[in-house]
């Protein structure tokens, strides 16, 4: 009751006159936009709520274990580009989602009818605050920090060197200012909660408050501040993947061309020693050997991480459409704009798609690292065979060494 209530409020930052007399139970009034609406909130029009009734259970089991499984991934590969800015997603979808299951059991979910208050609902109603600000900090901090993956990335592209030498430092300082940050935005949830709670306005069949001045105006510098930054987030996300796809294309075209140009190099050289009959000095040089296994494992590591990069960022541009689009709708309803009426009936019919898709993003995140990292199942299952392999060849030459074959001789020649 609590959660639908806030998710109500939301749009409630305009002020209003009444219309009926204050004794009328419908308590009709007319906003700043001229739209009629009622203040009492009710629940009559959840027909769609099964859709998260029947989700989020698969969706909790299917995220803690493949949330858990990405973890464990990631906590082994220590030098890997992509390590803490995976690590930083996985844990905050993981947390996210038991955050989430608090608040719908606390919400009464799975509950066919309205009970009393019993001891978990009264703990629910004095804690929710707590629960609805995590969960909103979780929120902008998980798609931030995949905007700073995309960063991070791009720069690992354009600028390897400096990259390579930075890295790690500038990885762990990103997602210590997006939790900063993310902690910040979202002090509205928990102040706006607890004055409800403290004027005794959630309760079951309470008419929804008008809110003070401060109120109105701190929600709606933070409703177009939350516009803003979740539209940055995304368009970001999107042109960041865009350079980067156009980026590597052109680094393949380049790879491609590096072997015609090799051949002709070598050819130059091989005439030209020929002509003066002196050796090159390319071939008289000493031959260095290079650290061949640091470089490849490295290039597959580069490469793992903008598979997964790619993927997860389409990812999150499609479940995250309906939400960023209650935003926007939100933000467009109140004055001076007033292009929509947002209602306690639309609110509790798009609710249940929006949540599915945002448990989907939040609980399905980890299966592209899982089948398109270096670590994937398949790629495990090639390395150990590789690996058993080279054992066996490196064993052979001190197995002809310690055990040498046996000369046989022809007799008959």
């Known amino acids: 009751m609590a959660t639908e209530l806030v998710n109500f409020l939301r749009g409630n930052v305009t002020n209003f006159t009444e219309i009926e007399p204050i004794n009328n139970p419908a308590r009709l009034v007319q906003d700043e936009c001229g739209f009629v609406r009622g ?26 274990l493949g949330n858990g499984l990405a973890i464990v991934n990631v906590c082994g590969d220590r030098r890997g580009p992509k390590r803490t800015f995976l690590l930083g997603l ?11 299951l608090i608040i719908q059991i606390g919400s009464r979910l799975w509950d066919g009818a309205a009970r009393g208050p019993d001891l978990y609902g009264y703990f629910y109603k004095v804690t929710a605050g707590i629960w609805l600000y995590l969960e909103s900090v979780l ?7 995949l905007m700073a993956f995309c960063v991070d990335r791009y720069l690992a592209i354009r600028c390897p060197l400096h990259h390579r030498t930075n890295y790690r430092r500038n990885s762990l300082f990103a997602v210590a200012f997006i ?8 002090l509205n949830v928990p102040v706006f909660y607890y004055w ?14 008008q809110f003070p001045k401060v109120f109105q105006q701190w929600r709606r510098m933070e409703m177009w501040w939350e516009v803003f930054v979740r539209l940055l987030a995304y368009v970001g996300t999107a042109t960041l993947n865009m350079l980067i796809i156009a980026r590597l294309h052109q680094s393949n075209i380049q790879v491609d061309r590096a072997p015609i140009i090799r051949t002709m190099t070598a050819a130059t050289d091989s005439s030209g020693s020929r002509a003066t009959n002196k050796p090159s000095a390319k071939h008289g040089a000493p031959i260095i050997p290079r650290p061949r296994h640091s470089l490849v494992r490295r290039t597959n590591s580069s490469q793992a991480a903008n598979k997964i990069l790619i993927a997860s960022s389409f990812f999150f541009l499609l479940t995250q459409s309906l939400d960023f689009g209650m935003s926007v709708l939100l933000a ?14 639309f609110l509790q019919v798009y609710d249940p798609f929006r949540a599915f898709l945002v448990n989907m993003y939040f609980a399905c995140g980890f299966m592209f690292y899982l089948c398109c990292g270096e670590q994937s199942l398949r790629g495990l299952f090639v390395s150990s065979r590789v690996k058993r392999l080279s054992v066996v060849e490196s064993l052979i030459p001190m197995a002809e060494m310690r055990f040498p074959l046996p000369i046989i001789v022809n007799r008959s020649m």
């Open 196 to 209: 409800m709670l403290g004027n005794d306005f959630l309760a079951p069949g309470a008419v929804v408050p």
């Open 139 to 145: 929120f902008f901090a998980s798609q931030w920090t």
């Open 90 to 100: 996985f844990i905050t979808d993981l947390w996210f989602l038991w955050n989430r």
């Open 179 to 186: 939790f900063v940050c993310s902690a910040v935005n979202a």
């Open 332 to 345: 467009f309803s109140q004055a001076p704009i007033c292009l929509f009426q947002i209602t306690n009936t």
């Open 39 to 64: 203040l009492r909130f009710t629940r009559e029009h959840r027909d769609w709520i099964w859709i998260t009734r029947v989700s989020f259970p698969l969706f909790l089991v299917v995220g803690t």
